[in-house]
């Protein structure tokens, strides 16, 4: 009988700069993007570049934004699964089974989230061989169910929304006494998901500041990186933008409606994909310069203008924008999206930031995910026509304060910080030495120079078989 070997994808460094794949492995993923979108091959197609080795991304033009400050988005619907959560669950799945903590013909994959991560930890272990669960809570988006089935995991529903997740955790711990061969991939605690958006969205941004300097946008240096917190995976490139630029700042968004950060809150919401309400184990906060809030609701309403004929008309005919600028972020754009976008035209207007400042932010994920919340807008609120739109776009891009801001300074960080403790020592496991060894900055240096180790360890896989 033939030794089976792992099924594999990409290092960090081809992720990062795609270009040093393969030529004729690259091809055949390229290819099999639209043919085949279910082939194992397409674990190649994970990047945030498109196979012309372009960085995929949106400047936001000022009528939009009613600042002047450049805001690059990158946009993610073209990774497989159209999120970038993909790259965060392949790289935690793959170091696991190259450390041997994961058996793929043994082990059956816990993956606990709010959809994204189940989404795309669904993805891969199916395109590697693994058996899969995912967890998420009942009153995420339709879509998001439908997608984590067809790639053939099974779903457990757990109670609540969004912010839900200690009872996702209790199903993980439920699941995990009841067979020693179940594996927790949590998302909120691995360090893979922290790794991946480090390294790799952390560095193509980086690379994305010098190639609009030389279109004459910004100065070759980002001032801002602006994110929401879910796992706290996205937010993970600040550390690599500043460990760039001592002076950028990092900025984290919650909602509202569940500050936990900013206000040791709770409650519920539906930006779906942040505000789990507690801090995770994978987030620096010691390395943060800002919380700042923004409200669920109205991030829905910005999202519907992109998503209504008569929001698309207002863009171009009333506020001038390009059609192929409309054309480009009408897909990619979701819910989280136009948070973080908020939280951008913030930052520009809390730092009094100029022309010749550039904040970057992300799409998580495109309006394919929420055509059912869309519906239940159009019931609640109606279908948006050019007049709504002009008055939305004035009013939740152009009219938000620099309100509900708290800056990281040492008595937030170490609140921030503390709070920890209820979730990861109290209730997780972890220690009180574990915990405090997080405010040394070497503890995460140590986790990020892992990613020349994890590759080493790909390459020499490749090479021999072995492990």
Known sequence: MAERRLITGPTFEEMLHPHLIDPEIRAKANEARTKDPLAPINLFNISWRDINNRIQYAVLPPQLTGVETPIAVLTSTHFPTRSH???????????KELFGDVDPWKHTLIWPSTGNYGIGGAYVAGRMGC???????????????????AYGARVIKTPGCE????EIYDKVKEL??????MRSMNQFEVMGNYRFHYYVTGNTIIDLARELAEQGIGSGKVSAFVS???????????????????????????PIQCPTLALNGYGGHDIQGIGDKHVTWIHNVNNM??????????????????????????LVNYFGIPQETVDYLKTRLGISS???????IKTAKYYRMGKDDLIVTVATDGLDRYGSV??????????????????????????????????????????????????????????????????????????????KEIDARLLEYRRTGRI
């Open 85 to 95: 959560k993909v790259g965060a669950t392949y790289s935690v799945l793959i170091e």
């Open 131 to 149: 058996n899969s669960i995912v967890i998420l809570p009942e009153e995420m988006s339709k879509e998001r169910f439908e997608m984590i089935e």
């Open 163 to 166: 912010s839900n997740v200690k």
């Open 176 to 181: 995990m006494a009841s067979d020693p061969n």
């Open 228 to 254: 929401a917190m879910g796992s706290a995976g996205t937010i993970a490139a600040g550390d690599r933008l500043k460990q760039q630029w001592h002076d950028h700042k990092i900025v984290g968004l919650e």
């Open 289 to 314: 310069d800002a919380i700042m809030l923004i409200d669920d609701l109205e991030t829905k309403l910005g999202l519907q203008i992109f998503a209504d004929e008569g929001g698309l008309r207002a």
């Open 338 to 344: 136009i948070c973080n976008i908020f939280g951008a």
């Open 374 to 451: 869309m519906e239940a807008m159009r019931r609640d609120y109606g279908v948006v026509d050019e007049t709504e739109a002009i008055a939305r776009v004035r009013s939740l891009f152009h009219g938000l304060r620099t309100d509900y801001i708290w800056e990281g300074n040492w008595e937030n960080r170490a609140r921030w910080h503390n709070l920890k403790y209820y979730t990861w020592v109290e209730q997780q496991g972890k220690t009180v030495q574990e915990l405090d060894a997080q405010k040394d900055p070497a503890w995460w240096e140590a986790e990020q120079a892992l990613v």
